[in-house]
């Protein structure tokens, strides 16, 4: 069996120019009216969307090697999907990221030693998709960490850095996709905050509906932009 098929169960060819890539099952917020064509690889799952690809990707650590990998494919533009530790925004909250600080060593991140550097997103995408997802997304500077357990001890460096959001997977997203030529963005809910309610504690059922909310809201403003460039026509979005 080919490489690619066995990590993705679909052949090169299946991928779509417009590839969401999400660390979590996310396939029913963008096809939950419709049947689509899913596949199971060994690492990777996909769902035609018709007018994009989704991958999920299962882990964190698994999205750098899975945009390398579309390498070759028809995949032009790669939008990352998911959820985001919050300073100073609430649970719910809609952002599309302008710059990611890389502290995806667990080692610097225990030691304090990372050297902080950012990548950054291909900004007409970026620029794009703000736009079209309307005034209630914030712009964000997000930590990409490799640790949720060592994040508060870094909290006086993230407001240092300018640091909004905190989640595991846009630096290598950024730096991944300009290594294979290819244009790539990411926008996140926030799920959790930073320090007064940190990811293992429960959340009230007033911020789970607010969470519910803002995931469902991104959600329809990336399909929606996507769409709005193959030059279909989209409803407004909410916020706008």
């Given at each position: 069996?080919?490489?690619?098929?066995?990590?993705?169960?679909?052949?090169?060819?299946?991928?779509?120019?417009?590839?969401?890539?999400?660390?979590?099952?996310?396939?029913?917020?963008?096809?939950?009216?419709?049947?689509?064509?899913?596949?199971?690889?060994?690492?990777?799952?996909?769902?035609?969307?018709?007018?994009?690809?989704?991958?999920?990707?299962?882990?964190?650590?698994?999205?750098?090697?899975?945009?390398?990998?579309?390498?070759?494919?028809?995949?032009?533009?790669?939008?990352?999907?998911?959820?985001?530790?919050?300073?100073?925004?609430?649970?719910?909250?809609?952002?599309?990221?302008?710059?990611?600080?890389?502290?995806?060593?667990?080692?610097?991140?225990?030691?304090?030693?990372?050297?902080?550097?950012?990548?950054?997103?291909?900004?007409?995408?970026?620029?794009?998709?703000?736009?079209?997802?309307?005034?209630?997304?914030?712009?964000?500077?997000?930590?990409?960490?490799?640790?949720?357990?060592?994040?508060?001890?870094h909290l006086k460096k993230?407001?240092?850095?300018?640091?909004?959001?905190?989640?595991?997977?846009?630096?290598?997203?950024?730096?991944?996709?300009?290594?294979?030529?290819?244009?790539?963005?990411?926008?996140?809910?926030?799920?959790?905050?930073?320090?007064?309610?940190?990811?293992?504690?429960?959340?009230?059922h007033a911020d789970i509906?607010?969470?519910?909310?803002?995931?469902?809201?991104?959600?329809?403003?990336?399909?929606?932009?996507?769409?709005?460039?193959?030059?279909?026509?989209?409803?407004?979005?909410?916020?706008?």
């Open positions: 069996m080919p490489f690619f098929k066995k990590l993705f169960g679909v052949e090169k060819t299946a991928i779509r120019p417009h590839c969401i890539i999400s660390p979590l099952n996310e396939a029913p917020l963008f096809c939950a009216d419709k049947k689509p064509m899913r596949a199971h690889g060994d690492y990777f799952r996909v769902t035609d969307l018709g007018y994009a690809t989704l991958i999920g990707t299962h882990y964190s650590l698994l999205v750098g090697d899975c945009v390398l990998s579309l390498s070759g494919t028809p995949c032009r533009n790669i939008y990352l999907f998911g959820c985001a530790g919050g300073l100073n925004l609430e649970i719910g909250s809609r952002v599309v990221i302008g710059r990611a600080v890389n502290f995806e060593s667990f080692s610097d991140m225990l030691a304090g030693t990372s050297r902080a550097q950012a990548a950054a997103p291909d900004a007409e995408l970026t620029a794009g998709l703000r736009k079209f997802a309307g005034s209630r997304t914030a712009a964000g500077v997000t930590a990409s960490v490799a640790s949720l357990r060592l994040e508060e001890s993230f407001e240092e850095l300018g640091v909004n959001c905190l989640e595991m997977e846009a630096a290598s997203v950024f730096s991944a996709a300009r290594h294979i030529g290819k244009k790539a963005c990411a926008a996140v809910y926030i799920s959790d905050r930073v320090p007064d309610k940190p990811w293992h504690e429960q959340l009230s509906a607010r969470l519910a909310a803002g995931r469902r809201s991104l959600a329809d403003s990336i399909a929606g932009y996507i769409k709005s460039l193959h030059g279909r026509s989209v409803p407004p979005q909410p916020g706008k």
